[in-house]
Each structure stands twice: as C-alpha cells, then as structure tokens.
C-alpha cells in the first residue's frame, strides 16, 4: 500500500524525457484510479490498493520507455469532447483547434453545409464541427479503416448523428459532381528526413498519418487538385500545414486556381493554417 502523493513523486521521477512530467503522472494514475485528477490533490495523502499500484507501475514503466499518455490511456480531449484514439490515429493536437476555429468562422450558425473532413483519423476536428453546426452534414473521410472505426466510436458515443464515415483516398470516394461548401484537412505534412519524427510521441504515431514525401507536400498537393472538383462556387478549403510551408500553401494554392489565399497563426505565433476559396 503505497500513498497517492507518494507514487506521483516516483513516477515523477522516472520521467525524465518528458516535457510535462506531473501532468503525465496525474493523467496514468488517475486513469488506473478509475477518478479525477482533483481526487488526486483532495486525497494526496490516502493509499492505494496493491493491484491498482501494480497497473499504475506498468504504465509508469511504458511512458518512460517514450510511450505517449494518449496512447497508454487511450484517450485525449479536444474541443472539450472525449476522445479516443490509437497507434492508428493522430493524437489531436491543440494546434488543430485553430482549424476548428477557422472552419466555425467561416460556417454561419445556421447553415445546413456539406463540409468534408479528409484524413479525420479520430474524428477529432470533423466531430468538433458536427457538434457546433448540427445543421451541417459532415463526410468524415479517411485511408485507414482502423482509423475509420475510431472516428466512427467517437461519434456514437458522443451521440452525433450529422456525420458519414467514408473510406476514401483524399477525395477518390467522391461521386464525380458530390460537392460541398466547405473541404478541410489536417493531411500528414511532414518531411520524410525530419529528425523530429525520431524524437518524443511521434515516434510511436501513425506515419501515415504524419509523413509526406520529401518536403512534407506531397498530400497537401494532391488534395488542393482534387478538392477543386469538388467544392461549390466560392468554397472554402482549409489545410493545416507546417511552421514554415505557409508561404507555400498560399502559391500552391493560387497556382491551383484558388483564390483570396491567406495564412494564419496558432497560439504559438506559428504559421498553422492556410485557406483559400473556389472562385
Ligand atoms: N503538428 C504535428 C506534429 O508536428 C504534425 C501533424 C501532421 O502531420 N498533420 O507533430
């Protein structure tokens, strides 16, 4: 029997690499304890049984060999909304809350939209949408049918009922004149020799969903071709990219026939984000 504040301080400890060790102490043992991270601080002092500290001690051990919390407890929140995720989505980033927040900007409260989501992987951004914009329809696509089975768990347990999932390669799954008023995508974007993706979480991330050839393009460039055929006059297309492919986005953007391309920022001033809409 070991006390709550006494197991955290050792967990603490053994996570070294991390950049949030606390945090990640809190969120396993709290995830083995079956209660909140407030229990934790109410009850510091109160002990914990022989088998739950066993589990717990488990979970300390895989996230200091580099496993991501996400994936140990399987889930993380975005948008406020509980998700679950796997080794077969993206763990949703807060950065990506910036293409929530950019899609909601742009769809009036009202609007009875058809927006597709490409590369939904959890869900996380289509299900952000739907639950905002329940007038709005949402076809959440994605490659990966285990990633599809995720996405589609989500959506049941959060009760949403104004998505379609589709198994779909980018647009591929598309009727040839399905359009809609609104495409966004957060596609794998990065450098396949980036060193980064040897280093923290990502290591143990879907590389399809994170990878894009040699400079990080390759899927952004085939879904500003192929969303041009299927949005609506005047349509949105909004990509999450790179710190540094802004400028790129917007000429490849223009280059494609889009127009009034612009890019914006996350919460850590980085270029996060272009859009752009059909003329
Ligand atoms: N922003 C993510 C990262 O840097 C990458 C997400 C993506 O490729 N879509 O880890």
Redesign the pocket.
Same mark, same amino acid.
Not at 186 to 190: K, L, M
């Given at each position: 029997m070991t006390r709550i504040d006494t197991l955290l301080e050792e967990a603490i400890r053994q996570f070294t690499d991390s950049g949030s060790p606390r945090l990640d102490a809190e969120v396993l043992l709290s995830h083995a304890l079956h209660k909140s991270r407030s229990y934790l601080r109410a009850y510091a002092e109160a002990e914990v049984d022989a088998e739950t500290e066993q589990a717990f001690n488990l979970l300390v051990a895989r996230r200091a060999a580099g496993e991501p919390v996400a994936h140990l407890t399987g889930e993380r929140e975005f948008w406020s909304l509980p998700l679950q995720v796997s080794a077969d989505t993206?763990i949703p980033?807060p950065?990506?809350e910036l293409l929530v927040e950019q899609a909601l900007a742009h769809i009036p409260a009202d609007a009875n939209w058809q927006i597709a989501d490409l590369g939904t992987g959890s869900g996380a951004i289509a299900l952000a949408i739907a639950s905002e914009r329940p007038r709005c329809r949402i076809v959440a696509c994605d490659l990966s049918t285990a990633a599809l089975a995720v996405a589609q768990a989500n959506a049941h347990k959060l009760g949403l009922n104004n998505i379609e999932f589709r198994h779909s390669d980018w647009c591929s799954a598309f009727d040839e004149g399905e359009k809609f008023e609104m495409i966004v995508s957060?596609?794998?974007?990065?450098r396949a020799a980036d060193p980064?993706l040897e280093q923290g979480d *990502?290591r143990f991330?879907s590389r399809l969903?994170? *990878?894009?050839g040699e400079d990080?393009l390759d899927a952004i460039r085939l879904i500003l071709d192929q969303a041009k055929h299927h949005l609506v006059s005047g349509g949105w297309l909004l990509i999450?990219h790179?710190y540094d492919q802004g400028q790129h986005l917007r000429e490849l953007f223009t280059t494609a026939g889009y127009a009034e391309a612009k890019t914006l920022q996350d919460s850590g001033q980085n270029d996060r984000l272009s859009l752009a809409r059909l003329p």
């Open positions: 993206l980033r950065d990506t957060n596609p794998p974007y990065i980064h *990502v991330e969903a994170l *990878v894009a990080g999450e790179g």
